[in-house]
Nanobody
Framework: QVQLVESGGGLVQPGDSLSLPCAAS????????LGWFRQAPGKEGELVFAISRFGGSTYTADSVKGRFTISRDNAKNTVYMQMNSRRPEDTAVYYC??????????????????WGQGTQVTVSS
């Protein structure tokens, strides 16, 4: 059984940077399609990033383009989302997800089989 654990959330000021790691156990992340979703209060969930199983295709939400990046450390079986120039509207619970069924990526949350518990990120001065 694959388990995903996010960490690194917290309260930060606008403009600050933060890295959110997502560590996997029970499976190798390099063999999964991956996604990062976020859920802000009173809003629908939003796909922030997605990457296909072999890394050939990626998706980045317009709301974070140029500010957030994603990377993998296969040796640590961990994927990281680097969040730069954060804004109050980035306040949300962030979820790391993985799919064993997808070859490409999907913007639909139902297509992801495994979800982390989520980590709260609050951007406020």
């Amino acid at each position: 059984q694959v388990q995903l654990v996010e960490s690194g959330g917290g309260l930060v000021q606008p403009g600050d940077s933060l890295s959110l790691p997502c560590a996997a156990s029970g499976g190798t992340l390099s063999g999964f399609a991956l996604g990062w979703f976020r859920q802000a209060p009173g809003k629908e969930g939003e796909l922030v990033f997605a990457i296909s199983r072999f890394g050939g295709s990626t998706y980045t939400a317009d709301s974070v383009k140029g500010r957030f990046t994603i990377s993998r450390d296969n040796a640590k079986n961990t994927v990281y989302m680097q969040m730069n120039s954060r804004r109050p509207e980035d306040t949300a619970v962030y979820y790391c997800t993985a799919s064993t069924r997808l070859i490409g990526y999907s913007t639909t949350d139902r297509d992801y089989d495994y979800w982390g518990q989520g980590t709260q990120v609050t951007v406020s001065s």
